[in-house]
């Protein structure tokens, strides 16, 4: 009886020993090889030099700024960020574009974290600012296009201000507003950069700020569950 006892509480040990649960995984995270700047303008060529400081293990800032003859843009705190265990990434960017110039100028900015990561993800993101006009006539701010694109390598994940036009009276400022948006989702992963990029057209004395954040989150894997049914137990009994 006790070796039948023995064999029934064998059978149940092992019949639970395969029962898997697998937990939901999240996909490979962004590995970040460092900051990217880029910058281009009708002015002409200018000089660029960033500093990165690291904050975090998963964090770092960016000072810097780009100058030309009579134009320039200025960087500070920006943020770009990566979680390998909450599987979020950010790029945070901080800016003032000034135009000294006599005409009115086009400006670039590209701004990004160069690095790769396993999709699929959810974006959100969001972009406000203010336009200062120096000059002594009515100043503009415009751009053909999107002012403000969040892109993933050379995939555009959302865009902000489209074909902005401002307005601002000598000396004034004005306000460009707050716009955001959440939840969207791509796929594919991200094998260059997370990137930001500003573009726009900026009358004599023009200056404009902004402040924006694209951020991006692995999705997790469904639960997946490896179950293997349990057999019914058959018991020996002696028979008298």
């Known amino acids: 009886m006790n070796r039948l006892r023995q064999n029934g509480m064998s059978c149940v040990m092992a019949l639970a020993a395969v029962v898997v649960v697998l937990a939901p995984t999240a996909s490979a995270g962004f590995t970040s090889v460092g900051a990217f700047y880029s910058v281009s303008s009708s002015v002409g060529g200018g000089n660029l030099i960033n500093t990165a400081m690291d904050t975090t293990p998963v964090s770092w800032v960016n000072n810097g700024n780009w100058t030309a003859p009579s134009a320039s ?25 000034r135009n000294n110039t006599a005409a009115a100028q ?25 336009y200062v006009n120096g000059s002594a006539t009515l100043g503009m701010l415009t751009s053909s296009g999107p002012l403000w694109s969040a892109i993933a390598d050379s995939s555009i994940v959302n865009t902000q201000l489209n074909n902005a036009l401002f307005f601002a009276q000598p000396f004034q400022v004005v306000s460009l507003g707050s716009f955001s948006f959440s939840n969207i989702q791509f796929g594919g992963g991200i094998s260059d950069r997370a990137s930001i990029a ?27 569950f490896a179950l293997i049914g349990l057999m019914p137990l058959v018991r020996s009994r002696r028979r008298r």
Do not use: C, H, K
């Open 106 to 130: 086009d400006f670039t900015l590209v701004a990004g974290m160069d690095g790769f990561a396993s999709g699929p993800f959810t974006a959100s993101g969001s972009i406000g600012g203010q």
């Open 198 to 224: 500003f573009s726009m057209r900026l009358s004599p004395g023009g200056e404009a700020s902004f402040t924006s954040v694209f951020s991006f989150q692995v999705i997790p894997a469904p639960a997946a």
């Open 73 to 97: 843009i200025e960087w500070s705190n920006n943020l770009q960020v990566w979680n390998q265990a909450t599987g979020i990434g950010m790029v945070n960017v901080n800016i003032v574009i």
